[in-house]
């Protein structure tokens, strides 16, 4: 413990820098990296000019806020597009897809199967069998539309 306590801080704020990195990439979420950023920063000062704990603290949390702010207004100019923005949006992603009408689409709705699964759907009356085109989405329930 004793070595523990006399290390030099720069080694501290060296290591918290690294694992906050090595936290980034394993948690990706675009915030540790400011922090990590503003630890080294505070270890490379404090090994070339010798400052005090306190003093030391002060400047890693000023670099962190102003890191951290600059960080959150650089991705609000230069978002991180997404190499699959439809991922997560089934219905989004069915658009254009041919479906197979299961139960009859009467007054406007039915069931549809697309794929393994049944959904809901919304369009012009069909018999079961029939062959559609889904032209969009209204939440979970698909927009049908006949083939042309």
Partial sequence: MDQLLGMETHW????????????????????????????????LVSWAVPIGL??????FVALALASVFMGRNWLRANPIESADPKMNDRGARAVGETVLVTQVIEGGSGRVRLGDSEWL????????GTRMRVAGHDGAVLLVEHLH
């Fill in 121 to 128: 759907a919304r369009g012009p009356d069909a018999e079961p």
């Fill in 12 to 43: 501290g704020w060296l290591a918290l820098g690294l694992l906050l990195a090595v936290g980034e990439m394993a948690i990706p979420g675009v915030f540790l990296i400011w922090l990590a950023g503003a630890a080294i920063v505070t270890g």
């Fill in 54 to 59: 306190a003093l030391q603290i002060v400047l």
